[in-house]
Each structure stands twice: as structure tokens, then as C-alpha cells.
């Protein structure tokens, strides 16, 4: 059931995505959604595997669940949430961070209440923290690769 | 420890510092053939996909193989990852080089796969890998499918950058 639930969230989220006008250049699109995957990929790592935060491993499908939300549906919801703020004024952005935020914790949420992953160690505040240091570790990258595309494409 | 350090500072690790040193120093002093900005993202390509690649089938339940001295996380395999892209880089580069056409682009493919192969059969002699449920047979059928992917992946940004002008750039309101 988990593995529908998200994989149906996925395909709304990736046709409401693909069906509006994007503000970030494709380029900017892979850029953020391979940094997620390095980064979200590393912590998952060391907070499930190394510091036993996470037991994920209950059966094999909850494994490929697992998989396929950090590989697909964080990346998506991180590239959309930046494809809307990336037009608003800087202060606005940081308004709006909290949400960004909060929609990510209650995906981790989600996924914990449908017996994806169970949390042994791990308190869910932490995912704000977790979250926050997330968009900031992307976000400066971002702005980097961004000046540059900016550079070469003129 | 969050990343564990090295047990023993071995052949493993020789191996991964003496082949990232060669590789990004070939990368630093290459001349330009392409916009960095399209050299960023092959970069991040081959990180991403070796990163989803390992931690999907090398850590449990799967557990296929091992990469370097624990059967953890450890920080020599956030080095492994790195260790790749300049060669993958060199893949483009020749590529973008000399052009390959018809069957010749097939031979490219297979002649890069088969490179892979060596290199990964030498990683495992310095125990870098170790294998349990997996062969040097499997990681050809994905170095294939992985160099396919990576030069479709250099054209169509090739050419997307190409066919985009400053004007299209969409969001000068940023940051």
C-alpha cells in the first residue's frame, strides 16, 4: 500500500509539474535534483545504515519504496518548490522556507505511518533541523551553478 | 564515528587517491572542449547514478558487495564516488572529439564498457570491491546501459544549450 500511495503522489505531483510554465532553466532542473540525490542519499546512509536512526529493511518492497522516494519524489518536490521561489523576492522566500519545510517532514511523516521506514532513535523535530540544513546545503550550490549558466549562456 | 576512517590505509585506498590525483588532474589542465556548465552536471550524473547504484544493491538487504573496508558507510566511499567522474568526463571528451558515426558509435560504447571492466577488475584486486552475489559479467550489462545514457546524455545537453539564448534564460529575478 505505501509504495501506491506514494508512486500515485509522485505522478500528480510530476504531471502538475510538467504541466506548468517552469521558471528554472532545464540545466538548473538536473542540477538540483542530482544535488538532492547525493546529499539525501549520504544522510540516508549514515543516519539508517551507520547510526541505526532508521530500520528500513522490514521486507524488500518497503526497501524499493524507500528507493524510489528519495530518488524521485524528494528530488520532485525540492525542484518545485524551487522552480516557484526562484521569481519571488528574497525575503519571500525565506517566508515560505517554513512550508517547504513542513512538506518534506510530513512526507518523512507519511512514509513512517505507513511502515515504510520506522524511526528507532530518531525523533521526528530533527527532520525540521534535517530539512533546513538540506535547502541551505542546495541552495548556495545552486546559486553558484546558476551564475554560471547565467556567464556561459550569455 | 559517522564515517568511519580506514582500517588499515592499503592498497584500497591507494588505489582510490592515485586514480581520482591522475583523474582531476587531466580534468584541470584538459583544454576547454565544452561549456562548464555541461561539464557540471555529467559530473554530478556519474556521482548520482554510481550513488544510487551502490546504495541501492551494496548495502542490505541486497548486500551484493562491499566497497572498501566496512561493511558501513565509511569515508573512503564518498571518495569512491568521486573517483569515477573525470574519467567519465574523458568518455565525453573523446567523444565530442572525434565524433563516432553508425556502428562506430556502437564500438565506442563497447570499447568504454569494456575499459570500465578493467578498471573495476583492478579495484578489485586492491579490495576496493569485494564481491558476494555479484560478478564483473553484471557491471558490463550496466557500464553499457550507464555510457548509452551518458553520451545521450551529452547531446541533448549539448544541444539544448545551444539552442537556448541568453533571452531564454527564464527567471532574472532570482536570488
Known amino acids: 500500500m505505501a509504495f501506491s500511495i506514494l508512486f500515485s503522489l509522485t505522478v500528480i505531483l510530476g504531471n502538475a509539474f510538467l504541466s506548468i510554465r517552469k521558471n528554472l532553466h532545464p540545466f538548473e532542473i538536473l542540477f538540483i535534483w542530482m544535488v538532492v540525490i547525493i546529499i539525501h542519499h549520504n544522510f540516508i546512509t549514515i543516519t539508517a545504515g551507520n547510526l541505526k536512526l532508521f530500520d528500513v529493511y522490514d521486507n524488500s518492497f518497503n526497501y524499493w519504496t524507500m528507493v524510489f522516494m528519495r530518488t524521485v519524489l524528494i528530488p520532485l518536490l525540492i525542484v518545485f518548490y524551487f522552480d516557484r521561489m526562484v521569481v519571488r523576492r528574497p525575503y519571500q522566500k525565506w517566508v515560505w522556507l517554513p512550508l517547504g519545510i513542513l512538506m518534506l517532514t510530513g512526507l518523512e511523516y507519511l512514509a513512517e505511518s505507513l511502515g515504510v521506514y520506522r524511526l528507532s532513535g530518531w525523533k521526528m523535530w530533527w527532520s525540521l533541523i534535517e530539512w533546513l540544513a538540506i535547502f541551505l546545503l542546495i541552495h548556495f550550490p545552486w546559486l553558484w551553478y546558476r551564475r554560471l549558466l547565467d556567464k556561459e549562456v550569455k | ?175
Open chain 2, 1 to 175: 564515528m559517522i564515517l568511519p576512517l580506514p582500517i588499515r590505509f592499503d592498497a584500497n585506498e591507494w588505489y582510490i587517491l592515485i586514480n581520482s590525483t591522475c583523474g582531476y588532474l587531466w580534468l584541470f589542465f584538459s583544454p576547454k572542449r565544452f561549456p562548464h556548465s555541461i561539464s557540471v552536471l555529467l559530473v554530478l550524473f556519474c556521482v548520482s547514478a554510481a550513488i544510487i547504484y551502490d546504495h541501492a544493491i551494496a548495502g542490505p538487504p541486497l548486500d551484493w558487495y562491499n566497497i572498501n573496508d566496512y561493511t558501513k558507510y565509511e569515508l573512503f566511499d564518498v571518495f569512491t564516488y568521486f573517483m569515477y567522474a573525470p574519467y567519465a568526463l574523458l568518455c565525453v571528451y573523446l567523444y565530442d572529439k572525434f565524433k563516432p558515426k553508425g556502428l562506430w558509435f556502437t564500438a565506442y560504447i563497447v570499447l568504454w564498457s569494456l575499459l570500465c571492466v578493467g578498471f573495476e577488475w583492478l579495484a578489485m584486486i586492491c579490495h576496493v570491491f569485494k564481491f558476494h552475489k555479484w560478478s564483473l559479467v553484471y557491471s558490463f550489462s550496466v557500464y553499457l546501459i550507464m555510457t548509452s545514457l551518458y553520451l545521450r546524455l551529452f547531446e541533448y545537453l549539448l544541444r539544448k544549450f545551444h539552442s537556448q539564448s541568453a533571452s531564454s534564460f527564464p527567471s532574472k529575478r532570482a536570488e
